[in-house]
Every structure is written in C-alpha cells, then in structure tokens.
C-alpha cells in the first residue's frame, strides 16, 4: 500500500505546504490529502477591502475542490481529534491514517469569553467583515475605534493599517469631517513591536491623517450600554463603532491533547524543523504555532514554513533529506489608504539571540506604486495555493 500524507486546513500553510510537497512526491505511491473545515480558502489579507466595499467575497476565495486539478485529495470536514500513537486523524466521527501529518488549522475565534464582544464588529473573518462593511457603508458622523482583546491576533500591523484605510474611504466620501478615527492598542507605539524604523513612519502617517492613537490601552471589557472601551486599569475610550479583534485561540482538538500541544496550549513546534517535540512524523505550522515558536501570525511566516516543510515531508517520504532551510523573512505590504507600503523584516536573530528588541526591519517605501503590491499577491496566492505554477 502506498504512503498518505494528511494536511490539515487548507490556508496560508496548508495549502501551500500540501501543493509543494505534491510536487516532490511520486503521484502513483503517495496520495496527499487535504481536509479543511469550511471547504475553502481565503486570501484574508483582503478582509480589510471587503470590509470597505473593495472587493466581494468570491473574488478572494477559492474552493478546495481545485486541489483535484493537482492531484492532492481534497476532503471537507472537521478534525475533532489526532491521535499520534496509531497514526490517525478524526473528521466527522471517521478515522483517517496517515503517515506524516502537517496541521495547520489556523486559530480559534472565541468572542464569548470576552465581557461586551457582541457590542463589537470586526474584519477577521469574511462573515464578519460582510457585517462591518453594512455598518460602516452606513456611518455617517462619530468615533471608530479599532483595538485588539488579546496580545496575539492575525496581521499585527492591521489596526494601524485599517484606520489609513478608514480615514481615505471617509475622505471619499467627503465625510471625513464628521468621523474621527482612534486606535487602542497594548503596544506603547504604533507598530512598536518592529522597531522605530517602522514605528516612526507609521506614528508621523497617522498624524498626519489627524488619527488618535492610544498607546498602552490593554482592553478589559466592552460596555455597549455606555459606548467605552474599559482597559485594564479602568481607563476608558468612547466609541459609536467599535472594531476589535475577536479572542484568538488555539483550537480545542490541539489544546486538549499534550501529545501536541505546547504548555500555553498551542500547536507544538520549532523552528528548526516545525516538527511536533513528541512526534517526528507531525509538522506543525502557520498561526496555530506562533505563540509557541514566538512569531506573529502573518501568511508570510506561514508560506515559508510551508517551504520547509514540504522538503523535509519528502526527505521523510522518500529517504532523502535536501531541507529547504526556514527563511525567517516578513513581509507587509500594507494598503495605507492613499498609497501602499512595504516593510521588510527579518526576524532570525530575533528568533535566535535572547534579548534582541526587534526584529531587523526596513521600509521599502510608500507610495502608489505600491499598493499595487497588495493587489498583484492577491492573484498570485489564489492562483498558487492549490498548486499554480510557482507551487
Ligand atoms: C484582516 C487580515 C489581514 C491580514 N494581512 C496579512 C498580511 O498583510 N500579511 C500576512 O503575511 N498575513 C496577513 N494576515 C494573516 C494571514 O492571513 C494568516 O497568518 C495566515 O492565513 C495563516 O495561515 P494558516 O495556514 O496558519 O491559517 P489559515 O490561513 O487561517 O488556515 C487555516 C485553515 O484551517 C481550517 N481549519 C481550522 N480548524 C480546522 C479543523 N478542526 N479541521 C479542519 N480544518 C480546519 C480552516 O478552515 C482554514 O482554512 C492577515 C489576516 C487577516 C485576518
């Protein structure tokens, strides 16, 4: 019988890692299956555009039925369990064996166990931003404030990011006037988490645009009745609209199980190889190992663990071992209202020498040029994910 490689969830991670290692691997030995939960992928950078009216759902999602055309095995359905000692993975109350297992599930959205979340809207997810986009096509005066429930979320510059975007789509509209734009957030800069050759910038943008920031807000509870944010030492920011980062969680099936799951109950791994410490044949990528391996939760971090990953599935698979080493590189390319923005960081000696601050970053400029950036990966993800030509 041949060998089966099982990928679970078919995003960033997933769905590049099982294109690659499809193109390693002998069709006619190895079958390679991909099993995601809601049957397709997203290109989620684009929320914020959907969010705003620029683009509509199908034109940044893709169905996972398109892994067929590269022979991988698409399968539609929920993981509730893996069991590594006999080798298999649960959907939908059926066991699937495997040989190698890479998860990458992505997080866990967990709104109700946060005090006031449903007095909040946000654009972490496509429903989600289909709800915005109706409240703030129809905002006409107020105070949008965007802020975060938890220290780790996707996209750590998005905040910042949607308030330039806010601020041009109200400019549009010739009703910036009446809509003041504010962002809450732990970091004690904006973007302060790369270093003032990235928070600088983006503190001078925003003020230029005349958007409030408030630094060091750790949000505690939402109070719809009275419209205020309340951080966790009662400080207080008045709001009509609210955009916050929903709770991100490991998902259940991870943080109930510590065959694989870390101590703070994310997926288990490393950056040396992303395989799971207890279980060579388990590779763990993508957001579900960010808090574990220290890293933000971007698609870029994802796409070249995926890289890695799939060398070292087929080294595992045919007995070579050619490893695409871990290219540690984030890269932004922000939509910034008016213009588009690039920054380049490399995260390595972050990853590998204690205490380093930062991780080396630069701006790579911002001007119209490119926010094409933003537009033209677009293409490229949805046309590569499930094995285009670059895959
Ligand atoms: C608004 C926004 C803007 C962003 N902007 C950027 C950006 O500019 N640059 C950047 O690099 N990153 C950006 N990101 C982050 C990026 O999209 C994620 O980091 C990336 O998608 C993570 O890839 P992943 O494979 O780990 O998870 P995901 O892409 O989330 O994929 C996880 C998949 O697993 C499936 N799944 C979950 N649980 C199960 C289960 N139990 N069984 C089966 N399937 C399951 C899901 O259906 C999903 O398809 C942004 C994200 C958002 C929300």
Known sequence: MGKRVV??????????????????????????????????????????????????PHQISTGIENFART?????????????????????????????????????????????????????WDMESA????????????????????????????????????????????????NVSITVAHWAPRPMAMFGPVISDPMTEWLSERNIEVVNGFRLARIDGGSRKLIGESGETVDYDLAIVAPPHRPHDFISQNPD????????????????????????GIGDAIAPSIGLGMAGVFAHFQADTVASLVAGDILGSYSPVPYNTVGLCAADTGDAGWIAYCDFRKKLTVPNTPFPDCRSMGRNRLMKMAHAIYEKYFLANIYGGWYS
């Open 7 to 56: 990928v679970v969830g078919a995003g960033a991670g997933g769905g590049l890692a099982a294109s690659r290692i499809r193109k390693l691997l002998p069709v006619d030995s190895v079958e390679v299956m991909v099993i995601d939960k809601y049957g397709r992928t997203d290109f989620q950078p684009s929320y914020t555009l959907v969010a705003l009216g620029n683009r509509q």
């Open 71 to 123: 022979g991988i095995k698409p399968v539609r359905g929920e993981v509730t369990a893996v069991d590594p000692k006999e080798r298999t993975v649960t959907v939908s109350g059926q066991k699937i064996q495997y040989d190698v297992l890479v998860l990458s599930p992505g997080v866990k959205f967990d709104p109700a166990s946060f005090p006031g979340y449903e007095n909040a809207y946000h654009f």
């Open 130 to 177: 289909m709800k915005l986009r109706e409240k703030v096509a129809g905002f006409r005066s107020g105070k949008i404030v965007i802020s975060v429930t938890t220290q780790v979320y996707k996209c750590p510059p998005v905040p910042w990011e949607m308030a330039l975007m806010l601020d041009d789509y109200f400019r549009m509209k010739g009703i910036r006037r």
């Open 260 to 283: 694989i799951a870390s101590p703070n109950g994310w997926l288990d791994s490393n950056i040396r190889d992303f395989r799971t410490s207890k279980f060579d044949d388990i590779y």
